[in-house]
């Protein structure tokens, strides 16, 4: 079993910078990939970021890729998303979440444990 909780969210002017991150419990988050989608309102929520257990391989959307860095830090049982040049169009709820799988996969069938989000908001 994971837990996850998110932070880092709020209001930023477009072109600005957020720094999410997401902590982890249990021991054994090193196992884990972890990626993070996004809830607009109205959509579904969609992928963002994904890394693998060891931080070795990422993944990300074509419309964060170049503007969002996806991290982890094991020791501390964290994952972060370091978003910068922000639109209003990423404007969503942004969720963390926990995989059996040690990639880094776009598939949120695939995820099993999920945080309750915090809200970014960009304006323009």
């Known amino acids: 079993q994971v837990q996850l909780v998110e932070s880092g969210g709020g209001l930023v002017q477009a072109g600005g910078s957020l720094r999410l991150s997401c902590a982890a419990s249990?021991?054994?988050?090193?196992?884990?990939?972890m990626g993070w989608f996004r809830q607009a309102p109205g959509k579904e929520r969609e992928f963002v970021a994904a890394?693998?257990?060891?931080?070795?391989?990422?993944t990300y959307a074509d419309s964060v890729k170049g503007r969002f860095t996806i991290s982890r830090d094991n020791a501390k049982n964290t994952v972060y998303l370091q978003m910068s040049s922000l639109k209003p169009e990423d404007t969503a709820v942004y969720y963390c979440?926990?995989?059996?799988?040690?990639?880094?996969?776009?598939?949120?069938?695939?995820?099993?444990?999920w945080g309750q989000g915090t809200q970014v908001s960009v304006s323009s």
């Open positions: 979440a926990a995989t059996y799988y040690s990639g880094s996969p776009r598939i949120r069938g695939l995820y099993n444990y």
């Open positions: 249990g021991r054994t988050f090193g196992g884990y990939g």
């Open positions: 890394i693998s257990s060891s931080g070795s391989t990422t």
